[in-house]
């Protein structure tokens, strides 16, 4: 018998919701009896009493299997047909325990047995109406804190954010530092194969991902039609990244190995590019141009924007940027592009999903607000009340504030350098306008540790290198894309599906549903 288990004052128990007193049975009555008397009272069964003490149950589903042995009814006893012994609940248990506890017997009603006497009946389907309006609690569960803030979901060999310190990594290397010394196709190899190219390796992935940026013509026919029907170049790339994988054949990531996963992962990372600046220039009326690897794949990408080949400085400050946004540890889009990729999904469907989430303005959607916001401002003297002003109506500043970086972000300090090499128009007013931010921001709201982040410096280097504002995020996208990736090979190799819980906090189920 199921024990005493103190009923919490919101909760119901198994007396509150019993039917008594019970409807009871002999075993030497007769079947025809017993089942004459739950017609009368309309009650699913009989419990079988030796006086008052239950030493059986016989059932509705008794009867029917009893009939469908084309038993006798006025000859056989319900001795003979009840289930003995059966298990019994107290009336002060709770009637979510009882339910819980007693749900996996596949019992539909129980005795209710208090000093050895049987005082009454409760069918499982009431206890489980109670126990479905019960809070539903998950075993074991964790209760992590709004947005999973500092909760560590995976393990991770791609990168890291060290936010306390103003550091970030790709692999064991420092990601500054990788900017300032290296390729972003050496970055891209470093991602995928853990570790840095030879110089053959370079020049074989450099040609392979050569070949992977022509478009194929089923995806190259349709996009007029996509750029057309696009409002931003992200929607456009995203219904053409969609499209590119249909074409290209990419399959669910688990029906695949590693080759085919990478293989896929190349030809999306290498498509990104060409699709940005085709549509773009779709959209402005413009033929696309074909890709020029052997020139860069930063001077590449905005020959691909004006058909000239660009300044090696202004290209390299393109690149740079682009190699400081590849990884950036659990950020949203990322951990959507390994939610999706966890279900099995194939790597089309990841990287579409992690365009979702990076066009939101509070991750990738910013930078060009943060150009907005110098021009709102006009004038370096008007900055103060304007910053002041926008932070007292609860607004936030575009280009400040990190999830992670409590202290200054080493992009933006990255960034801000970039900006002054290549002797950036907007960087002497950009730099008053940061410091002005920081200090009212540090007197209204103290102790928040707020500073310019990546996007801030990133608008003035790309303002400077001619791509215009609708590009900004979409030239995230180009190289972030490379991070998405890195993190579906390894979510794929060592796969377990992502399924966290929500706690219910709306009006208790079930109600009924009203007629139509
Ligand atoms: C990036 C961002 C979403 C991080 O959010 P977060 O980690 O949730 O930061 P919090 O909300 O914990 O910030 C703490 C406090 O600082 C405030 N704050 C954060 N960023 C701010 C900003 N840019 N301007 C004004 N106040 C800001 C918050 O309102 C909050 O105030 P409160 O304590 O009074 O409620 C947030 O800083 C932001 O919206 N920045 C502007 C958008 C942007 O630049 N995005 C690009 C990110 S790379």
Known sequence: MLGRVPATPTHRTVGELMSSPPITATPSELIAEASDRMREHRVGSVVVVDGRRPIGILTE????????????????????????????????????????????????HIPVVEGGEVVGVVSMRDLMRVA??????????????????GVVVAETKVGDV?????????????????????????????????????????????????EASVLPDAVR????????????????????????????????????????RRRDAVAVCAAMPVLIMAVHRLMSG?????????????????WMLTGTEPDPDVARAVEQYQMTTIDHGFNAS????????????????????????????????????????????????????????????????????????????????????????????KLPFAGEVER????????LKPGRNLYANVEFYAGVVMDHCGLPRQLFTPTFA?????????????????NRIIRPSARYVGPPPPQPVPDA
């Open 61 to 108: 589903r008794d009867l029917v299997r009893f009939a469908a042995a084309g038993g006798d009814a006025v000859g056989t006893k319900v001795a003979e047909w009840m289930t003995e012994e059966p298990d019994t609940v107290a009336p002060g248990v709770d009637a979510a325990d009882a339910f819980s506890s007693l749900a996996e017997h596949g019992y539909r």
């Open 132 to 149: 479905q309006i019960q809070p539903v609690t998950h075993p074991g569960a964790i209760e992590a804190p709004p947005g999973l803030k």
């Open 162 to 210: 060290r936010g306390l310190e103003g550091f970030y990594h790709y692999r064991e290397f420092s990601a500054v530092e990788l900017a300032a010394k290296r390729t972003l196709e050496d970055v891209w190899f470093l991602l995928f194969e853990g570790r840095l190219p030879t110089a053959a390796e370079r020049s074989a992935f450099v040609d392979e991902i050569a």
């Open 221 to 260: 026919r349709v996009l007029p039609e996509i750029a057309a029907g696009s409002t931003t170049v992200m929607e456009g790339v995203r219904t053409a990244v969609s499209l590119l994988g249909a074409v290209r054949g990419m399959r669910p990531t688990i029906d695949i190995g590693h080759e085919e």
């Open 286 to 302: 413009q033929e696309p141009i074909d890709p020029r690897p052997e020139l860069g794949y930063g001077a590449s990408y905005l």
């Open 334 to 425: 990322t951990f959507t592009s390994r939610v999706i990729t966890s279900t099995g999904a194939d790597v089309a469907a990841a990287v579409v999903g992690g365009m979702g989430a990076l066009s939101g303005p509070l991750h990738g959607g910013a930078p060009s607000r943060a150009l907005d916001l110098l021009d709102a401002i006009g004038s370096p003297e008007r900055a103060r009340a304007y910053i002041t002003d926008r932070v007292q109506a609860g607004e936030v500043i575009m280009g400040f504030g990190h999830a992670v970086y409590k202290t200054e972000d080493p992009r933006s300090n990255f960034l801000r350098d970039v900006a002054e090499r290549i002797g950036a128009e």
């Open 436 to 443: 002005t931010v920081v200090d009212v921001l540090a007197e």
């Open 478 to 494: 180009s190289s972030r894309v490379i991070g998405w990736c890195a993190n579906i090979l390894e979510q794929a190799a060592e």
